[in-house]
């Protein structure tokens, strides 16, 4: 595998933020850099349509389902699960407890920006 520059700025926000956003142009490597990066922490992708049901529909059993922290891939899927995602945060700040990819597009960074400021780490941002 090659070793991504990125990685070490993740690990750098991961070891403040409870929370890192991963964004980009799909296909651009997102997924492959996070589990790189975290490969002790479980993985689960919201592009399958019974988990991104659960996400939407049971929010707290979908993230109590995941408490000590994971990557939670193609987050645009589910925008809302942010704003339960800050409650558990504010709860419990573990930093670099979640690990969010999801492709670039305007309505994810709005949502990320009212849910998760000061609670999130975004390379290449200062802080978010």
Do not use: W
């Amino acid at each position: 595998m090659i070793k991504r520059t990125l990685e070490k700025k993740l690990h750098e926000l991961a070891g403040y933020y409870p929370s890192v956003v991963v964004t980009g142009p799909r296909q651009s490597g997102k997924t492959t850099l996070s589990r790189m990066a975290f490969p002790e922490s479980k993985y689960v992708s919201l592009e399958a349509m019974d988990i991104r049901d659960f996400a939407i529909n049971d929010p707290r059993g979908f993230i109590s389902a995941y408490a000590d922290g994971a990557i939670i891939d193609e987050i645009q899927h589910a925008p809302e699960l942010l704003i339960y995602l800050q409650t558990e945060i504010d709860n419990h700040s573990t930093p670099g407890r979640f690990i969010l990819t999801g492709s670039q597009h305007f309505a994810l960074s709005q949502s990320i920006s009212q849910s998760l400021a000061g609670r999130c780490g975004i390379p290449g941002v200062a802080a978010a």
